[in-house]
C-alpha cells in the first residue's frame, strides 16, 4: 500500500452518528477542513443539507456535497480496520478508554494499512453502548467534571486538532513519510468491521444452537465477547479459522477449512 502521507487525512473518516441539527453538520465539516480532514460520513441525519449547514460550513461546502449518508452505522463503517468512539461517560463494561492526543495516534497508525473511523454522536445523547460495542477503543476528552457538555464541532475541532498536530509531527524531513509509517514491520491484514459483524453474529448464532445459555438474555455475555474480540483485534486468517470452528461446533461437518497461515 502507498505510504503517502497525504493518504493518512485522507482514510481518516469522521462519522456523525443520528446528528439533529443541519448547522452542526457544517460547523464540523468547517473544523476538518482547517485541519485538512476531508471524510465525512453521516447516519441517518434528522436534518438534510440546508442553507445553515452551508452557512456554518464557511467554505467547506465540498466536504458536505461529498458526504456519504447512510441508513445505519454499520453500512458507513463496512471496510474499516480501526473504529474508535466518544463518549462522555462511564459505561456498564470497562472498555479501555484513550485520550485525544493517543487516539489521533492510533488512527494515523492504521491508515497506512487501511480504512478508519472516529464515531461522534448524538448531540443529546452521545452514542449507544450497542454502537460503542462496535468500536475498538473509546475516547474521552478530559473537561471539566462540573461542567463537561461540548458542542458537537468542538468536540470534532478538538480531535481534529490533535490529528494534525500528530500526522505534523510525524513527518520526517529526509522522507516526507509518517516514521509510524516506516517501521518496517510486516502489516497485519486486520478484519473490517463487516468481518466483524459477521464474527459476532455466527457467535451469537452458535451459542444459542449449542445450548450455552441464552444470547436474548445474556446480552452481558455478548458484550463481554465484543470486548474481548476488540481487544484482540484478529485478521482475516484469524476470523477464518474462528468462524471454522463455530461451523465446526454447529455441526457443519463439511465446513471449509480456512486456510492455515504460512508465517
Same mark, same amino acid.
Given at each position: ?14 462519522? =456523525?452518528?443520528?446528528p439533529? #441539527?443541519s ?18 460520513? #453521516? ?10 449547514? #452551508?452557512?456554518?460550513?464557511?467554505g ?7 458526504a ?9 463503517? !463496512?471496510?474499516c480496520?480501526?473504529?474508535i468512539?466518544?463518549s ?5 463494561l ?9 487516539t ?13 473511523? =472516529? ?6 445523547s452521545g452514542?449507544?453502548?450497542a ?20 458542542n ?8 481534529a486538532?490533535e ?14 513519510i ?12 486486520? !478484519?473490517?468491521?463487516?468481518?466483524l459483524?459477521g464474527l ?5 448464532d ?11 438474555n445474556s446480552?452481558?455475555? #455478548?458484550?463481554?465477547?465484543?470486548? =474481548? ?6 485478521d482475516?486468517v ?7 470452528? =463455530? ?17
Amino acid at each position: 500500500m502507498t505510504k503517502n502521507p497525504d493518504n493518512a487525512l485522507a482514510r481518516i473518516r469522521f462519522v =456523525l452518528v443520528e446528528p439533529s #441539527l443541519s448547522g452542526n453538520i457544517g460547523a464540523v465539516a468547517r473544523a476538518m477542513k482547517t485541519m485538512g480532514l476531508s471524510r465525512l460520513e #453521516l447516519v441517518a441525519p434528522k436534518q438534510p443539507i440546508d442553507a445553515e449547514a #452551508l452557512a456554518r460550513a464557511c467554505g467547506a461546502d465540498d466536504l458536505l456535497q461529498r458526504a456519504g449518508v447512510h441508513a445505519d452505522l454499520p453500512k458507513a463503517i !463496512a471496510d474499516c480496520r480501526l473504529v474508535i468512539g466518544t463518549s462522555a461517560r462511564r459505561r456498564t463494561l470497562d472498555w479501555e478508554t484513550l485520550e485525544p492526543p493517543e487516539t489521533a495516534r492510533k488512527l494515523l497508525a492504521e491508515t497506512a494499512e487501511g480504512e478508519v473511523a =472516529l464515531l461522534l454522536g448524538r448531540e443529546s445523547s452521545g452514542l449507544t453502548n450497542a454502537e460503542l460495542a462496535r468500536c475498538q477503543f473509546l475516547v474521552h476528552i478530559p473537561t471539566n467534571p462540573d461542567f463537561s457538555s461540548l458542542n458537537l464541532a468542538a468536540a470534532a475541532q478538538v480531535f481534529a486538532y490533535e490529528i494534525r498536530r500528530s500526522w505534523r509531527e510525524d513527518l520526517p524531513e529526509s522522507t516526507g513519510i509518517p516514521s509510524s509509517t516506516a517501521s518496517g514491520e510486516t502489516p497485519r491484514d486486520l !478484519a473490517t468491521a463487516e468481518e466483524l459483524e459477521g464474527l459476532h453474529g455466527h457467535l451469537a448464532d452458535t451459542l444459542r444452537e449449542i445450548g450455552f445459555g441464552d444470547p436474548d438474555n445474556s446480552k452481558k455475555l #455478548l458484550l463481554r465477547l465484543r470486548r =474481548l474480540f476488540n481487544r484482540a483485534r484478529p485478521d482475516r486468517v484469524e476470523i477464518n479459522i474462528l468462524r471454522g470452528i =463455530l461451523s465446526a461446533a454447529q455441526g457443519r461437518k463439511s465446513a471449509t477449512r480456512p486456510t492455515p497461515p504460512t508465517d
